[in-house]
Nanobody, 120 residues
Framework: QVQLVESGGGLVQAGGSLRLSCAAS????????MGWYRQAPGKQRELVAA???????NYADSVKGRFTISRDNAKNTVYLQMNSLKPEDTAVYYC??????????????WGQGTLVTVSS
């Protein structure tokens, strides 16, 4: 009933930029926080950045100053602008949304993931 669809991943050289997008659709009543997580091979999934419905943000220390999270509430979409990419940013990036579906139930929704590969 609820889908999060990510786009924008790909292969980029170190120092380059990518912009990820994630659109939520379905029987959504409201969306609270939205965020991006990533999982590198052999590592645990980690929070990259998150943003509340009011626009407050927080970032992992490793991406501060390089990544910017933003959202368009009218489009139920969250973005991640990634600049000055490093090989260690290589991972599958997942979109997450803390939302309320029609009917009032809370849902922690995840996208399918998009691969970001940064070459040295």
């Amino acid at each position: 009933q609820v889908q999060l669809v990510e786009s924008g991943g790909g292969l980029v050289q170190a120092g380059g930029s990518l912009r990820l997008s994630c659109a939520a659709s379905g029987s959504i009543f409201s969306i609270n926080a939205m965020g991006w997580y990533r999982q590198a091979p052999g590592k645990q999934r980690e929070l990259v950045a998150a943003i509340t419905s009011g626009g407050s943000t927080n970032y992992a220390d490793s991406v501060k100053g390089r990544f910017t999270i933003s959202r368009d509430n009218a489009k139920n979409t969250v973005y991640l602008q990634m600049n000055s990419l490093k090989p260690e940013d290589t991972a599958v990036y997942y979109c997450n949304a803390d939302l309320v579906v029609a009917g009032g139930n809370a849902l922690d929704a995840w996208g399918q993931g998009t691969l970001v590969t940064v070459s040295s």
